[in-house]
């Protein structure tokens, strides 16, 4: 079973369609043992890193993702659900977040945002999730990311928008998208059912 972390931000109904298109019972959670148990873990995440922080707070998905990661149970977050991941945000001020990866989510230096569309990625090679779609677009709404590689041995996938920003990553029972899977078509369903075979 996959759990869809209901913490008060993501596009829910239309994660929960996706991964449920990916031949798995899917529910949607905000019960902490639920979640912890579960399969498969998945953290949406739209709108600002502090609110989306504050929101996973409540229901202890910090500690949810933290303690996921500790026993190798596979977790991966989309869009904000990624940049929450790592160890702190500048949009609107600064905030801490879950602190999986050693990185800052900037501001990217664009001519015009949020970035919004559909771009190319280049993947990481032995790359799990792309596996089969190395070479499509994916979907994405976003100002912010990592723009800076991190000191780990994670695969990174990178893409173009004006700067260079991290796409995704995956470490171990880890994932996370800066796009949205749910939103990319045929390509981020194949990405969502790549994931999934992994569990």
């Not at 596009?11 to 498969?40: H, Q």
């Not at 998945?42 to 993702?65: H, K, N, S, W, Y």
Request: with cysteine; hydrophobic share 40%; charged share 20%.
């Amino acid at each position: 079973m996959i759990a869809i972390l209901d913490y008060g931000s993501g596009n829910l109904r239309s994660a929960l369609r996706a991964f449920e298109r990916a031949g798995k019972d899917v529910v949607l959670t905000s019960d902490y043992s639920v979640a912890l148990e579960a399969e498969g873990l998945v953290v949406p995440g739209v709108g600002a890193f502090g609110a989306c922080m504050q929101g996973l707070r409540t229901v202890r998905g910090d500690e949810i993702v933290r303690e996921r990661v500790k026993l190798s149970r596979p977790t991966i977050g989309i869009c904000v659900g990624m940049q929450i991941f790592f160890a702190d945000g500048v949009e609107y001020g600064n905030h801490d977040g879950v602190g999986i990866w050693p990185a800052t989510v900037e501001k990217l230096e664009a001519r015009v945002l949020p970035h919004m569309g559909w771009n190319n990625v280049e993947v990481a090679p032995s790359s799990t999730l792309f596996k089969g779609v190395e070479g499509e677009s994916f979907y994405f709404v976003h100002s912010y990311g990592v723009i800076k590689p991190i000191a780990s041995q994670a695969l990174q996938s990178w893409t173009e928008y004006d700067t260079r920003f991290l796409a995704a990553i995956e470490d171990g029972a880890i994932s996370a998208t800066q796009f949205h899977p749910e939103k990319s078509g045929d390509a981020g369903l194949h990405l969502i059912k790549n994931w999934v075979s992994t569990l």
